[in-house]
C-alpha cells in the first residue's frame, strides 16, 4: 500500500503569499468597482473619437480598431470592468485617428442609392415562393454586377433592392442605368421587373458597415417616391451629373408631395439619359 503525502507550505511560503492576495484582491476590487467603471466613461466622452465605440454598430467595419474590439470582446466579462474601458477608450482615440487620416469610418462625402422593385410584393404574393426567389436572384444578379462595374460598393440588400455607395452621383447613375439594361430581359411568371431608384450626395456618417444619417434618408426616401422605371435625384446629386449626358425634370406636379424625411431645401429631380 502506497501513501501519498501532500507537501503543507512553511511558514515563511504563507506569509509572502499574503501580500500578493492582498494585491491581487484589490486589484480585482478596484477593476470592478462601479464608480471606476462610470469615471472612465466620463472620461471618454472627452477623448477624441466616438465615446460609444465598442457597441455592436461601431464595431463592424474593416478598419483595424474594429476588429481589435470585435476580438477583445470575447475576451471581456459580461460586467463591465475599468480595463475594459480603457481599452475601448484606446481603440476609439485609435479609430478617430484613422478617421482624421481618411482610414476611418466617419463622415465620407459619397453618392447614396437606394433601389427597389415597383409592384414586386403584390406579385410574389400570388406568384409564390419558388418564383418569388428565382427573380430575386436574377434581380441581384444583374444589379449587384453594374454596382460593381462603376466602382460602387452593395451595403445591404434591402429585399427586393438595395443600397450602395458610389464615389459621384455620375457613378451610381451609370450603375442604375447599367443594371436596367441586365434587366431588360428578365421575365419570371409574366413579370418583368421596373427598377426605381432614388440617388443623393451628401456625408452621411459611416458607422461598422453601414451608414446612417439624413442624408441616407433622403435617398431611400427618393427611391420609394420614384415611379416605374424612374430615377429621382437631389439637387446635390444633379450636380455631379454629366449635363450633356441627362436631362434632368424638377418634380412640381401636384401628385408629388415632398416625402417625409427629406429636408425643405433639397430639391428633388426626375432624370433620364439624353438621347
Not at 444633379?238 to 401636384?254: F, G, I, M, N, Y
Request: net charge positive; aromatic share 6%; hydrophobic share 40%.
Amino acid at each position: 500500500m502506497v501513501t501519498s503525502f501532500q507537501r503543507v507550505p512553511r511558514l515563511d511560503e504563507v506569509s509572502e503569499q499574503r501580500p500578493i492576495r492582498r494585491v491581487t484582491s484589490g486589484v480585482r476590487a478596484f477593476n470592478s468597482r462601479p464608480a471606476t467603471v462610470e469615471a472612465l466613461r466620463k472620461l471618454r466622452r472627452v477623448l477624441p473619437g466616438d465615446p460609444g465605440f465598442g457597441d455592436p454598430l461601431s464595431t463592424a467595419g474593416r478598419d483595424s480598431a474594429a476588429t481589435i474590439a470585435r476580438i477583445a470582446d470575447r475576451l471581456f466579462d459580461d460586467e463591465p470592468t475599468a480595463t475594459q474601458e480603457l481599452g475601448l477608450g484606446a481603440l476609439q482615440v485609435w479609430q478617430s485617428i484613422l478617421e482624421k487620416t481618411g482610414r476611418g469610418n466617419g463622415a465620407q462625402r459619397c453618392a447614396l442609392l437606394f433601389t427597389d422593385l415597383v409592384g414586386f410584393s403584390v406579385w410574389a404574393a400570388r406568384a409564390g415562393d419558388d418564383d418569388a426567389l428565382t427573380l430575386l436572384r436574377e434581380v441581384s444578379r444583374g444589379l449587384e454586377r453594374s454596382v460593381l462595374a462603376n466602382r460602387g460598393r452593395v451595403v445591404k440588400r434591402l429585399g427586393d433592392g438595395l443600397m450602395a455607395v458610389f464615389p459621384s452621383a455620375q457613378l451610381a447613375y451609370g450603375a442604375v442605368l447599367e443594371a436596367r439594361q441586365r434587366l431588360a430581359d428578365v421575365e419570371v411568371n409574366g413579370y418583368h421587373p421596373q427598377l426605381r431608384a432614388g440617388v443623393h450626395t451628401g456625408e452621411p456618417r459611416a458607422i461598422g458597415g453601414d451608414f446612417v444619417g439624413v442624408d441616407v434618408n433622403v435617398a431611400a426616401r427618393l427611391a420609394e417616391n420614384a415611379g416605374p422605371g424612374e430615377t429621382l435625384v437631389s439637387d446635390a446629386a444633379l450636380a455631379e451629373l454629366d449635363p450633356h449626358r441627362v436631362t434632368a425634370r424638377r418634380k412640381l406636379s401636384l401628385r408629388f408631395s415632398r416625402p417625409k424625411g427629406v429636408p425643405s431645401d433639397v430639391s428633388i429631380y426626375a432624370v433620364t439619359p439624353r438621347s
